[in-house]
Structures are given as C-alpha cells and as structure tokens.
C-alpha cells in the first residue's frame, strides 16, 4: 500500500518536473524568436 502510494507521488513530481523544463525551454524559444 504504501509503496504504491509513494510510486504515484514519485510519478507525479517527474511529470511536473518534465513539465516545468518542457514550459521553461519553450518560454526562452518563445524569448528568443522574437
């Protein structure tokens, strides 16, 4: 139960790591064509 638990919180905090870098990358893309 419990490692399941810390396997979705594990999952969580990579997707919204992933996110964070995707968004900021595109944002210094987006900085720098213009």
């Not at 996110?19 to 944002?27: F, G, I, P, S």
Request: aromatic share 20%; no cysteine; net charge positive.
């Amino acid at each position: 139960m419990l490692n399941s638990i810390l396997m979705a919180i594990m999952g969580g905090v990579f997707i919204i790591f992933i996110y964070y870098l995707a968004y900021d990358a595109w944002k210094d893309y987006s900085k720098k064509d213009k």
